[in-house]
T-cell receptor
C-alpha cells in the first residue's frame, strides 16, 4: 500500500528553527509537495521537490532524498503566524497526490 | 471570480437527502479534484477529472458522483447522504504543466 508518515504535532519557540520530517512509500514517485494549512482554511502550496537536495525559499526550505523515501521542511526564524498544519504529499505513478495526515505546528512566544 | 470558489460554505443535512456541492474555477485548469478531510486523516481523494468530459474514481468514491460538463465546473453529488459523510470537502484544480494543486475554501458538511 501507499503510506506517508509525518509527526502528528510539534511545538517550537518563536524565533527558533524547526524541522518537520516526512517519510513515504508510494507506487512510483513524480515529486513531493509541502502545503501549509491554517485552521479552518484551505491548504496553500509551499514547495515542490522532484530531485534530491535542498530547495530554499525565504525562511522555508525543503529537502528530498528519493533513495531514502524521505523529505523534511525546515522553517527558520519562526513567527507566530507559522502556527498551522504542514501537509506532505507525494505525486505517485498515476500523477495522483497521496497525502500525509499533516503535522500541527504550535509556536510558543 | 478569482481562483476557485465552492458553495455552500457550510451545510447541515438530514440523512437520506440528496446534496450537490458546487465548485467553479476561472484559471482554465485542465484537472480538478474533490477531497474530503477528516480529523487525524490526510486529504482523501473522492473523484477527479483530468479534462472536461472525463472523470475518475479516487480512494473513497462510494456514495459520491461527479460530472465535468465544461472546464470550469466540477460539482460533487451525494445521492443519499449518510452520517459518515460528515466532513470538510475541498475542491482543487491543477494545470498539467506544474502539478501544483490550488484549493477552494472548502465546504463543511454535517449529516445528521
Amino acid at each position: 500500500g501507499q503510506n506517508i508518515d509525518q509527526p502528528t504535532e510539534m511545538t517550537a519557540t518563536e524565533g527558533a528553527i524547526v524541522q518537520i520530517n516526512c517519510t513515504y512509500q508510494t507506487s512510483g514517485f513524480n515529486g513531493l509537495f509541502w502545503y501549509q494549512q491554517h485552521a479552518g482554511e484551505a491548504p496553500t502550496f509551499l514547495s515542490y521537490n522532484v530531485l534530491d537536495g535542498l530547495e530554499e525559499k525565504g525562511r522555508f526550505s525543503s529537502f528530498l532524498s528519493r533513495s531514502k523515501g524521505y523529505s523534511y521542511l525546515l522553517l527558520k526564524e519562526l513567527q507566530m503566524k507559522d502556527s498551522a498544519s504542514y501537509l506532505c504529499a507525494v505525486l505517485d505513478s498515476n500523477y495522483q497526490l497521496i497525502w500525509g495526515a499533516g503535522t500541527k505546528l504550535i509556536i510558543k512566544p | 471570480i478569482a481562483g476557485i470558489t465552492q458553495a455552500p460554505t457550510s451545510q447541515i443535512l438530514a440523512a437520506g437527502r440528496r446534496m450537490t456541492l458546487r465548485c467553479t474555477q476561472d484559471m482554465r485548469h485542465n484537472a480538478m479534484y474533490w477531497y474530503r478531510q477528516d480529523l487525524g486523516l490526510g486529504l482523501r481523494l473522492i473523484h477527479y477529472s483530468n479534462t472536461a468530459g472525463t472523470t475518475g474514481k479516487g480512494e473513497v468514491p462510494d456514495g459520491y458522483s461527479v460530472s465535468r460538463a465544461n472546464t470550469d465546473d466540477f460539482p460533487l453529488t451525494l445521492a443519499s447522504a449518510v452520517p459518515s459523510q460528515t466532513s470538510v470537502y475541498f475542491c482543487a484544480s491543477s494545470d498539467s504543466s506544474s502539478n501544483e494543486q490550488f484549493f477552494g475554501p472548502g465546504t463543511r458538511l454535517t449529516v445528521l
